[in-house]
């Protein structure tokens, strides 16, 4: 590739598996659909919104922990890596390595592919000397790498505590799969909000300007756009709480009513109260999550966190199992 290029891999999961997943998760016992599906044009945008809200902290949090620490995690990592981004969306927080390390090349990974696109444009502008492998896919699935210089250091970045979207036991097996990507010779900086007060959490994904009940009811407009959905949005509200006893927050659709909704073709009944269930984010103390990060095969070496204690950056050694 010449400089100021950029190779996109387009692996966008097809509509049939988008239709597939909601219908099964809305005939479920318990309703829900996977928070992978929050990622369109429009639901990124929203998600950026987010971001930049008072009460959202992680992000500034995080933030501010690469800041402070790019000097120790230039130095962990070294020069020439492959830079893996998992989650890029608008490649903020990366931009605070890229100089730092200047890496062989830049692989972004992420499943809005409209936006995975603009951002890797953006990036190659600003960074000319940067090779950029923009990969569209759902890497909650098995990952691969479409592209992997042999000999070549990869380094994994996953900010924005998007593991808390995983159960436990997806989070164990998501991490294995990041380790055996890795091999023996990479590394994983990894972003793992923390645990804390109740209030700082709940005022985080319920914001005083409902730009949060906004991203949750895209999820719904997004079915109607693309599989024929016919849900009736005003007839739903955003829910947001923490589960102490599961130590996550959670994230609902709530029915005001007693309805009928057709998703492409298929009636789904709704009692007054039920709930689609679209998110979990899970939290972890610092010692929990290393514990975690050992029996998925790497080696905790380095954990940073703010100075109020809300959010950590773990950087973690890539081992055999």
Same mark, same amino acid.
């Given at each position: 590739?010449?400089?100021?290029?950029?190779?996109?891999?387009?692996?966008?999961?097809?509509?049939?598996?988008?239709?597939?997943?909601?219908?099964?998760?809305?005939?479920?016992?318990?309703?829900?659909?996977?928070?992978?599906?929050?990622?369109?044009?429009?639901?990124?945008?929203?998600?950026?919104?987010?971001?930049?809200?008072?009460?959202?902290?992680?992000?500034?949090?995080?933030?501010?922990?690469?800041?402070?620490?790019?000097?120790?995690?230039?130095?962990?990592?070294?020069?020439?890596?492959?830079?893996?981004?998992?989650?890029?969306?608008?490649?903020?927080?990366?931009?605070?390595?890229?100089?730092?390390?200047?890496?062989?090349?830049?692989?972004?990974?992420?499943?809005?592919?409209?936006?995975?696109?603009?951002?890797?444009?953006?990036?190659?502008? +600003?960074?000319?000397?940067?090779?950029?492998?923009?990969?569209?896919?759902?890497?909650?699935?098995?990952?691969?790498?479409?592209?992997?210089?042999?000999?070549?250091?990869?380094?994994?970045?996953?900010?924005?505590?998007?593991?808390?979207?995983?159960?436990?036991?997806?989070?164990?097996?998501?991490?294995?799969?990041?380790?055996?990507?890795?091999?023996?010779?990479?590394?994983?900086?990894?972003?793992? +909000?923390?645990?804390?007060?109740?209030?700082?959490?709940?005022?985080?994904?319920?914001?005083?300007?409902?730009?949060?009940?906004?991203?949750?009811?895209?999820?719904?407009?997004?079915?109607?756009?693309?599989?024929?959905?016919?849900?009736?949005?005003?007839?739903?509200?955003?829910?947001?709480?923490?589960?102490?006893?599961?130590?996550?927050?959670?994230?609902?659709?709530?029915?005001?009513?007693?309805?009928?909704?057709?998703?492409?073709?298929?009636?789904?009944?709704?009692?007054?109260?039920?709930?689609?269930?679209?998110?979990?984010?899970?939290?972890?103390?610092?010692?929990?999550?290393?514990?975690?990060?050992?029996?998925?095969?790497?080696?905790?070496?380095?954990?940073?966190?703010?100075?109020?204690?809300?959010?950590?950056?773990?950087?973690?050694?890539?081992?055999?199992?």
């Amino acid at each position: 590739m010449t400089a100021c290029a950029i190779r996109f891999y387009d692996y966008f999961p097809a509509v049939d598996s988008f239709r597939a997943e909601v219908l099964e998760g809305l005939g479920a016992h318990t309703k829900r659909i996977a928070p992978k599906f929050f990622y369109d044009a429009c639901g990124s945008q929203l998600f950026e919104a987010i971001c930049d809200l008072p009460e959202y902290y992680l992000t500034r949090a995080e933030t501010k922990i690469l800041t402070t620490h790019a000097p120790e995690i230039s130095r962990l990592i070294g020069p020439g890596c492959l830079l893996i981004e998992l989650g890029s969306g608008n490649s903020r927080k990366v931009r605070l390595l890229l100089e730092a390390l200047q890496p062989t090349a830049y692989l972004p990974m992420d499943i809005s592919r409209d936006h995975l696109r603009h951002a890797a444009h953006l990036l190659v502008t +600003d960074y000319p000397w940067l090779e950029v492998h923009a990969t569209c896919i759902d890497y909650s699935r098995r990952i691969d790498l479409p592209y992997c210089p042999e000999g070549t250091r990869k380094i994994a970045f996953f900010p924005g505590s998007s593991i808390g979207n995983f159960e436990p036991d997806d989070a164990l097996a998501f991490l294995r799969d990041v380790a055996r990507v890795l091999q023996t010779n990479g590394a994983l900086l990894i972003g793992v +909000d923390l645990k804390k007060d109740t209030g700082v959490l709940h005022a985080a994904y319920n914001d005083s300007r409902g730009i949060t009940a906004k991203f949750n009811l895209n999820l719904l407009a997004r079915i109607n756009r693309e599989l024929d959905g016919r849900f009736m949005l005003d007839n739903f509200e955003h829910l947001a709480f923490y589960n102490e006893a599961r130590g996550r927050i959670e994230m609902h659709l709530a029915s005001r009513c007693q309805q009928a909704v057709l998703v492409g073709g298929q009636r789904f009944q709704f009692a007054q109260g039920e709930t689609v269930h679209t998110e979990n984010s899970y939290k972890y103390g610092l010692e929990e999550f290393r514990d975690l990060a050992r029996q998925a095969g790497f080696e905790p070496l380095r954990a940073w966190s703010d100075d109020q204690g809300l959010f950590s950056v773990h950087y973690l050694d890539a081992r055999s199992v």
